[in-house]
Protein backbone atom coordinates (compact mmCIF):
# COMPACT_ATOMS: atom_id res chain seq x y z
CA UNK A 1 0.00 0.00 0.00
CA UNK A 2 1.19 3.78 -1.18
CA UNK A 3 -0.49 6.49 0.34
CA UNK A 4 -0.71 10.42 -0.48
CA UNK A 5 -2.16 13.07 1.84
CA UNK A 6 -4.59 14.91 0.21
CA UNK A 7 -5.61 18.73 2.12
CA UNK A 8 -8.71 20.16 0.63
CA UNK A 9 -10.06 23.50 0.81
CA UNK A 10 -8.24 24.06 4.23
CA UNK A 11 -8.08 28.06 3.45
CA UNK A 12 -9.20 31.20 5.93
CA UNK A 13 -12.10 31.48 4.23
CA UNK A 14 -13.31 28.32 4.86
CA UNK A 15 -12.16 27.95 8.45
CA UNK A 16 -11.98 31.28 10.32
CA UNK A 17 -14.35 32.74 11.76
CA UNK A 18 -14.48 35.80 9.89
CA UNK A 19 -14.18 33.57 6.66
CA UNK A 20 -16.25 34.65 3.31
CA UNK A 21 -17.60 31.07 3.51
CA UNK A 22 -16.84 29.53 6.83
CA UNK A 23 -17.38 25.79 8.05
CA UNK A 24 -17.14 27.73 11.89
CA UNK A 25 -16.35 26.40 14.82
CA UNK A 26 -16.01 22.66 13.72
CA UNK A 27 -13.14 23.34 10.54
CA UNK A 28 -11.37 25.14 13.27
CA UNK A 29 -11.18 22.60 15.86
CA UNK A 30 -9.93 20.13 13.24
CA UNK A 31 -6.80 22.42 13.19
CA UNK A 32 -4.60 20.46 15.55
CA UNK A 33 -5.40 17.26 14.22
CA UNK A 34 -4.49 18.05 10.98
CA UNK A 35 -1.08 19.53 11.62
CA UNK A 36 -0.20 16.46 13.35
CA UNK A 37 -1.05 14.35 11.09
CA UNK A 38 0.81 16.22 7.91
CA UNK A 39 3.58 16.46 10.29
CA UNK A 40 3.67 12.60 10.58
CA UNK A 41 3.23 12.00 6.98
CA UNK A 42 6.08 13.97 6.71
CA UNK A 43 8.13 12.86 8.67
CA UNK A 44 7.55 9.19 6.49
CA UNK A 45 7.96 10.81 3.15
CA UNK A 46 4.60 10.18 2.07
CA UNK A 47 3.59 12.91 -0.78
CA UNK A 48 1.27 15.29 0.62
CA UNK A 49 -0.71 17.24 -1.70
CA UNK A 50 -2.58 20.94 -0.57
CA UNK A 51 -5.62 20.78 -2.97
CA UNK A 52 -6.83 24.15 -2.97
CA UNK A 53 -9.91 26.05 -4.56
CA UNK A 54 -9.66 28.92 -6.61
CA UNK A 55 -11.75 31.52 -7.76
CA UNK A 56 -11.78 35.13 -9.90
CA UNK A 57 -14.24 37.87 -8.20
CA UNK A 58 -17.49 37.57 -10.26
CA UNK A 59 -16.22 35.05 -12.94
CA UNK A 60 -20.51 34.45 -15.08
CA UNK A 61 -19.47 31.24 -16.31
CA UNK A 62 -18.36 29.50 -12.71
CA UNK A 63 -21.22 27.68 -11.64
CA UNK A 64 -20.34 28.19 -7.84
CA UNK A 65 -21.18 32.32 -8.39
CA UNK A 66 -25.11 31.71 -8.44
CA UNK A 67 -24.55 29.26 -5.33
CA UNK A 68 -22.14 31.07 -2.74
CA UNK A 69 -21.05 34.18 -1.77
CA UNK A 70 -17.19 34.77 -3.35
CA UNK A 71 -14.71 33.16 -1.86
CA UNK A 72 -11.30 32.14 -2.21
CA UNK A 73 -10.70 34.70 -4.62
CA UNK A 74 -6.44 34.56 -6.19
CA UNK A 75 -4.70 36.49 -4.39
CA UNK A 76 -6.60 37.36 -1.29
CA UNK A 77 -5.70 36.02 2.18
CA UNK A 78 -8.79 34.18 2.12
CA UNK A 79 -7.38 31.61 -0.44
CA UNK A 80 -3.88 30.91 2.15
CA UNK A 81 -4.50 27.84 4.61
CA UNK A 82 -5.16 28.75 7.89
CA UNK A 83 -3.96 28.20 11.26
CA UNK A 84 -1.82 25.62 12.38
CA UNK A 85 -2.06 24.09 8.76
CA UNK A 86 -0.97 27.59 7.65
CA UNK A 87 2.17 27.06 10.21
CA UNK A 88 2.98 23.54 8.87
CA UNK A 89 3.14 24.17 5.74
CA UNK A 90 5.41 27.27 5.79
CA UNK A 91 7.75 24.61 7.59
CA UNK A 92 7.77 22.12 5.17
CA UNK A 93 6.94 24.12 1.52
CA UNK A 94 9.13 23.59 -1.37
CA UNK A 95 9.96 20.10 -0.34
CA UNK A 96 9.90 17.76 -2.78
CA UNK A 97 7.19 15.79 -2.11
CA UNK A 98 4.45 18.65 -0.67
CA UNK A 99 2.30 20.13 -3.65
CA UNK A 100 0.13 22.99 -3.46
CA UNK A 101 -2.10 22.72 -6.31
CA UNK A 102 -5.08 24.87 -7.53
CA UNK A 103 -8.74 23.21 -8.03
CA UNK A 104 -11.46 25.01 -10.13
CA UNK A 105 -14.26 22.29 -9.06
CA UNK A 106 -15.56 20.70 -5.52
CA UNK A 107 -13.19 17.18 -6.60
CA UNK A 108 -9.28 17.79 -6.27
CA UNK A 109 -9.23 15.36 -9.35
CA UNK A 110 -11.30 17.77 -11.83
CA UNK A 111 -9.58 20.09 -13.64
CA UNK A 112 -6.13 19.26 -12.20
CA UNK A 113 -2.89 17.23 -12.22
CA UNK A 114 -3.36 15.18 -9.20
CA UNK A 115 -4.12 11.91 -10.55
CA UNK A 116 -0.93 11.90 -12.85
CA UNK A 117 1.14 13.18 -9.89
CA UNK A 118 -0.34 10.35 -8.43
CA UNK A 119 0.45 7.66 -10.84
CA UNK A 120 3.94 8.93 -11.36
CA UNK A 121 4.40 7.84 -7.47
CA UNK A 122 2.60 4.96 -7.58
CA UNK A 123 0.05 6.02 -4.76
CA UNK A 124 -3.30 3.41 -4.50
CA UNK A 125 -4.80 4.80 -1.43
CA UNK A 126 -5.23 8.36 -1.07
CA UNK A 127 -5.89 9.91 2.52
CA UNK A 128 -8.56 12.97 2.21
CA UNK A 129 -8.62 15.55 4.87
CA UNK A 130 -10.39 19.14 4.81
CA UNK A 131 -12.83 21.15 4.28
CA UNK A 132 -15.90 20.47 4.23
CA UNK A 133 -17.13 16.77 4.25
CA UNK A 134 -20.02 16.51 2.14
CA UNK A 135 -19.20 19.01 -0.90
CA UNK A 136 -15.38 19.04 -1.61
CA UNK A 137 -13.91 15.68 0.46
CA UNK A 138 -17.79 13.83 -0.77
CA UNK A 139 -16.55 14.96 -4.35
CA UNK A 140 -12.98 13.87 -4.45
CA UNK A 141 -14.16 10.70 -3.07
CA UNK A 142 -16.51 9.88 -5.41
CA UNK A 143 -13.93 10.50 -7.88
CA UNK A 144 -11.00 8.45 -6.23
CA UNK A 145 -13.49 5.72 -5.95
CA UNK A 146 -14.55 5.65 -9.75
CA UNK A 147 -10.68 5.93 -10.24
CA UNK A 148 -9.73 2.52 -8.44
CA UNK A 149 -7.99 4.07 -5.41
CA UNK A 150 -8.33 2.80 -1.77
CA UNK A 151 -9.86 5.71 0.48
CA UNK A 152 -8.67 6.87 3.96
CA UNK A 153 -10.66 9.47 5.78
CA UNK A 154 -9.34 10.17 9.32
CA UNK A 155 -12.99 11.53 11.14
CA UNK A 156 -10.54 14.13 13.03
CA UNK A 157 -9.09 16.16 10.14
CA UNK A 158 -12.54 16.47 7.97
CA UNK A 159 -14.84 18.98 9.21
CA UNK A 160 -18.62 20.37 7.62
CA UNK A 161 -20.87 23.57 8.66
CA UNK A 162 -23.50 20.73 8.17
CA UNK A 163 -23.56 17.97 10.93
CA UNK A 164 -25.76 16.01 9.36
CA UNK A 165 -24.42 15.94 6.20
CA UNK A 166 -20.77 15.02 8.35
CA UNK A 167 -22.25 12.39 9.49
CA UNK A 168 -23.99 11.15 6.24
CA UNK A 169 -20.84 11.34 3.75
CA UNK A 170 -18.48 9.25 6.58
CA UNK A 171 -20.88 6.39 6.49
CA UNK A 172 -21.25 6.95 2.76
CA UNK A 173 -17.71 6.47 2.86
CA UNK A 174 -17.35 3.78 4.97
CA UNK A 175 -20.52 1.69 3.75
CA UNK A 176 -20.57 2.37 -0.39
CA UNK A 177 -16.97 3.39 -1.03
CA UNK A 178 -15.34 0.78 1.21
CA UNK A 179 -12.63 3.63 2.88
CA UNK A 180 -10.92 3.22 6.23
CA UNK A 181 -13.46 6.03 8.36
CA UNK A 182 -10.42 6.27 11.54
CA UNK A 183 -11.99 7.34 14.56
ZN1 LIG B 1 -15.42 27.47 -4.41
Given at each position: ?138 HTAVDAYNAGYKIVVPSTCVA ?21 VEE
Open positions: MSEALIVIDYSYDFAAPDGKLTAGAPAQAIQDALAAKIDLFYSASTPIFFMMDLHHENDPYHPETALFPPHNIEGTKGRELYGRVKEKYGEIKGAQNVFFIDKRRYSAFAGTNLAQLLNEREIDTVVLTGLVTDICIMSFNPDGHKVALDHFKNSMGAV
